[in-house]
Nanobody, 126 residues
Framework: QVQLVESGGGLVQPGGSLRLSCAAS????????VAWFRQAPGKAREAVSCIYNSNSGKIYADSVKGRFTISRDNTKNTVYLQMNKLTPEDTAIYYC???????????????????WGQGTQVAVSS
């Protein structure tokens, strides 16, 4: 069974940090482009970051550039999202998604991803 499972969400104060994990089963994650998306209440799903399968190239949304870092550990079949300097605007459910063919000009399109996790809640509040 192909599955992505996110973890690491929680409640954090502004300026704090969290590390999200996206663990895969039933697929070898290093063969996939893996992205993080987020969805805040009442808002559309937003692409946050993507790490590519070919060269582990990384791309970030402008809203998180310089604060978030995406990485992968192929030995653990897991992709991470390190989130620093969190603000209330980062509050959302965070999802990871995987696809083998998404390109650098379309990574932000959620409809292109075949496999999705169930999401993990991140809340930033004092």
């Amino acid at each position: 069974q192909v599955q992505l499972v996110e973890s690491g969400g929680g409640l954090v104060q502004p300026g704090g940090s969290l590390r999200l994990s996206c663990a895969a089963s039933g697929l070898t994650l290093e063969n996939y482009n893996v992205a993080w998306f987020r969805q805040a209440p009442g808002k559309a799903r937003e692409a946050v970051s993507c790490i590519y399968n070919s060269n582990s190239g990384k791309i970030y949304a402008d809203s998180v550039k310089g604060r978030f870092t995406i990485s992968r550990d192929n030995t653990k079949n897991t992709v991470y999202l390190q989130m620093n300097k969190l603000t209330p605007e980062d509050t959302a459910i965070y999802y990871c998604a995987a696809d083998q063919y998404v390109g650098s000009t379309s990574w932000f399109l959620s409809s292109l991803y075949d496999v999705w996790g169930q999401g993990t809640q991140v809340a930033v509040s004092s």
